[in-house]
């Protein structure tokens, strides 16, 4: 070949696509040695091949074909060549945007299989063609989708990741629990019932060493789907969200209309009750209608931690109690209390509001006489390092469960090992490797983690000391932020009642264990068994 022939020759870029319906790299490689022969047959150069494995022609969303269409403006290629139209794009829309973008950078678009020469002919022709693509796909996925409902009718496994929680039966196809992630999803609906937020739950799961299906923390993000997830009451449910909008975008909170989800009761083994469940709906519902905290002009020493023990008591669900400025009498004068916010929504509350330096002033009272004080520090620091031993128990109990599942995963990594040795190869079983592999690291560096965690350390009667005095400089300076941060360490709940208040304290001491006799607006101590420092 001559020099001036290199230089009139034409540049070609292939783009190869298969989708996940059943096909593999095999696919790819026919595409490419069907475009090889072409450009060989045309005198044409094909310098680059854009692949796309496992991506829908439905969507734009492809890595190579978004790089392709990016480099058809850089004079990199002449053409673009592919096996079929139905490659390129099965959206009418998407097919002729592209098209377009191709063309105004100076780029033809070839079909191997289907000789399109610019005549107006052709033009009709391949209109009908991405017609035919775009139908094919729309009555590929109705087909999918009858199939998907007649499995989910079975209550069976209809793809994608099961729920935390769940893992799914080989032989059955049908959900199961997976012990190993059923604590993530009590830890969460017991915690957030108690009246804790997503970060201190996020805290506690990090503590007990779970993990996503992906090795991650579990975030914030993943409490709010798990909370709302009506799977884990034991009722089967598909088809319950929106379908993808024309960006192929779906939104995960849009529900579909009632009659095209399909739902069956005892379907799935339950992980939580249905009472429970509906509890928490209950006050996740009337957590959305209240206003931001971090709207509030005035800052509430005990927001998040106050509640309305008559609602409680009489309807059996915990309404905080919100902050309320008012101004009265003749000088206007301003008023800041806590109200219950059932008295707003709903008008079914008799509890009185109740004044903020009134009760915030007895829960710093209370936080001096029970726990900040001289006389209580050695019961306290006696206390607190056995809470701690108690806690390193549990810790070693995790690094057992974990070293168990370690040894499970080297098992299954020696027997695709051996499997290999003996002449036994293919793409799924390197990957299942590769997937074993990651998930060993993962869990050798959850085991060091903690290990860690375990501290051998005996909490001193010096260090609570210390803590004593840095409180009371607190208070004394008025350091409200810095108060607040010691009452939400060291009070678990403050429960309001018409005619006193009980105060729940996190710190396990005997001493504090005996209540006081109620009195109007009186705190009441009592024992809370949660954690402590």
């Known amino acids: 070949m001559t020099p001036k022939q290199l230089l009139t020759m034409v540049r070609v870029a292939a783009y190869v696509r298969y989708s996940s319906d059943n096909q593999r790299d095999e696919s790819l490689d026919a595409q490419i040695r069907a475009i090889e022969i072409y450009c060989k047959q045309n005198g044409y150069e094909l310098i680059k091949v854009y692949a796309d494995r496992a991506k829908t022609a439905t969507s734009d969303k492809r890595p190579e074909f978004q790089q392709m269409i990016e480099d058809s403006d850089k004079n990199l290629f002449d053409i673009v060549v592919v096996h079929k ?25 070839l079909s191997v299989t289907e000789n399109l020469d610019g005549s107006p002919e052709s033009v009709i022709l391949e209109s009908l063609l991405e017609g035919m693509a775009e139908y094919y796909s729309k009555n590929l996925a109705r087909e999918v989708m009858k199939g998907m409902k007649e499995t989910a009718h079975q209550c069976k496994h209809t793809g994608g990741l ?37 970060n201190q739950i996020v805290t506690a799961l990090q503590e007990k060493g779970y993990r996503s299906r992906y090795g991650r923390p579990i975030g914030k993000n993943n409490l709010h789907d798990i909370l709302r997830n009506e799977k884990y009451t034991g009722t089967y449910i598909f088809n319950l969200t929106g379908s993808k909008d024309a960006e192929g975008k779906r939104n995960s909170h849009k529900r579909k209309d009632s009659e095209d989800v399909i739902r069956v009761e005892g379907g799935m083994p339950t992980i939580v009750s249905k009472e429970l469940f509906q509890q928490v709906q209950a006050k996740m ?78 829960v710093i009272t209370q936080l001096h006489e029970k726990i900040f004080n001289d006389s209580a520090i050695p019961t306290l620091a006696m206390q607190l390092s056995e809470y701690q031993a108690k806690k390193n128990t549990a810790f070693q109990a995790e690094a057992a469960r974990l070293e168990k599942n370690l040894r ?46 375990k501290q051998q350390t005996v909490i001193t009667e010096d260090a609570l000391r210390q803590l004593l005095a840095s409180f009371k400089d607190r208070v004394a300076d008025r350091n409200i932020p810095e108060i607040k941060k010691f009452i939400s360490s060291y009070v678990e709940k403050v429960i309001v009642y018409k005619e006193y208040v009980e105060l729940i304290l996190k710190v396990p001491v005997t001493a504090l264990e005996e209540k006081q006799k109620p009195q109007p607006h009186a705190v009441v101590v009592s024992h809370g068994g949660g954690e402590g420092i």
């Open 85 to 109: 139209l139905d490659r390129f794009s099965r959206d009418k829309y998407d097919s002729t945007k592209y098209k377009r973008k191709l063309k105004v950078n100076g780029i033809k678009l």
């Open 162 to 198: 099961p729920p935390i929680g769940y893992s799914v039966d080989p032989a059955t196809k049908k959900y199961i629990v997976n012990e190993n992630e059923r604590g993530i999803v009590e830890t969460i609906f017991s915690m957030f019932l108690a009246g804790y937020g997503y």
């Open 285 to 362: 519902d009337a957590n959305k209608q209240k206003a931001g905290r971090q709207k509030a002009k005035e800052l509430y020493l005990l927001s998040g931690l106050i509640v309305c023990g008559e609602c409680l008591k009489n309807v059996g669900f915990e309404y905080s109690l919100i902050g309320n400025t008012k101004y009265s009498g003749r000088n206007k004068l301003k008023y800041v209390t806590y109200r219950c916010g059932n008295r707003d929504q709903n008008k079914d509350c008799c509890n009185p509001e109740l004044r903020r330096e009134y009760v915030e002033n007895y």
């Open 408 to 453: 499970e995963t080297e098992k299954q990594i020696n027997n695709i090992v051996n499997a290999v040795a003996s002449g036994v190869s293919n793409a799924a079983l390197l990957s299942k490797l590769e997937d074993l592999e990651a998930q060993k690291m993962d869990l050798e560096q959850r085991i060091l983690e903690q290990s860690s965690k």
